[in-house]
């Protein structure tokens, strides 16, 4: 690193959460690194304590959940921001309208943005903090938002994308810009799209600092030559954007041709239903198992049985899930989408198709069933790619040095 160790606050959505593993793995790392780091989350942790990892459990401990505090809490930052920053306290109610215009529906939302702002710049204060950083340009960075407006201290976001791009108008996300001293960016089309709509005067604040896996925690696993079942895996939240309808449609369509495939979904979501009564109208039950949420204590035995990984989203980021796989030398199918190209390089680290492309689909799973040497070649430029450009260590030293750089002494 370039400079000293800085204090930094984090202010994260829900944590931890499952699908945000990159998250506390990024805290954990900085915190080896000599930072001090505490965490606040607007929501609870997604588990109860006993489904959480050890680590998990010990961030959690340490972690200050902002709405279990209710309205005392509420008040009580209300009553500290009135006595201690009057003018900051009114710039923000001044921001509650001047973002929601007429809609009353954004005034109240954003008046409970506010609030959580009061309770955040307390917190922070109780710990000695004048930076904060978010995940995601969503809910949690219009918190922020708040809190640099109410108590002018340092912020920056790691953006990810794509959802914060379809709607940054509501997510206020030009504002934010404006506001950040810097914005970290996982990928080069996610820095794209930040210019695109982001006046230039701002486009130096973006700086491209990938995420990443521990290359030692995912080792190669022994690749199986014929399996008697071809198993697929696909972890993800069950969600529209992640495509397993079409994956469910694809392993079935192998089926039908008489191949031995079998699929299994790990994670939880919305699709959990629809998912289900499509693989039942299939008849694909024997072929696609759920396996539900599961812990990343678990996670890496699901990954050590699968002869290849899919997940054929429609919108990501990055997905860290490819990484890990590619990491274990696993190969991967994934769509040509967002920032996934920066990850896989088609036909050498792994096989892209086009979103949507069912035939695509079906032809690129095939094709690894088919082809042991292709799996095996594949899985080890999957490792080596990762090795080179997604290791944990590596990049969260990249982003402690953006840290060090950019964040005011």
Known sequence: ????????????????????????????????????????????????????????????????????????????????ALMRHLSGYLRGFKLVFSLAGLDLKRVF????????????????????????????????????????????????????????????????????????DFIVCISHFARSQMMKLSPYEHWGKFVVSRLGIDPRVFAPRPARAQPEVFEILCVGRLTPAKGQHQLVEAVAAMVRQGRSARLRLVGAGVDRESLER?????????ACIFEGAVNQ???????????????????????????????????????HITGIPELIRTGIDGILVAPSDQDGLVQALSTLMDDPAKRLEMGRQGRQRVLAHYDLAANVERLADIFSQRIAA
């Open 1 to 80: 690193m370039s400079a000293a160790p800085r204090s930094i606050a984090y202010l994260i959505s829900q944590y931890p959460a499952l699908s945000m593993i990159f998250i506390i793995r990024e805290v954990l790392q900085l915190k080896r690194l000599g930072f001090r780091i505490d965490v606040a989350s607007i929501n609870a942790a997604d588990r109860s304590g006993k489904g959480l990892t050890a680590d998990e459990a010990s961030e959690a401990a340490l972690t200050y959940y902002i709405k279990p505090h209710g309205l005392a809490g509420a008040l009580a930052a209300h009553a500290d």
């Open 297 to 335: 204590d678990r996670i890496r035995d699901l990954y050590s049985q699968a002869d290849c990984f899919c997940i054929p989203s429609f919108a990501e980021g990055i997905p860290v899930v490819l990484m890990e796989a590619m990491a274990m030398e696993i190969p991967v199918v994934s769509t």
């Open 109 to 180: 939302m954003n008046l409970m943005y506010f609030t959580e702002a009061l309770m955040v710049g307390r917190w922070m204060r109780a710990k000695g903090h004048q930076h904060l950083h978010t995940h995601l340009g969503s809910q949690a960075t219009t918190v922020g938002l708040f809190v640099k407006t109410i108590f002018g201290h340092g912020f920056s976001v790691t953006i990810h994308g794509p959802d914060e791009f379809y709607d940054a108008d509501r997510q206020y996300l030009t504002q934010k810009v404006v506001a950040a």
């Open 278 to 286: 499509h693989v039942a109208e299939l008849g694909a039950q024997s």
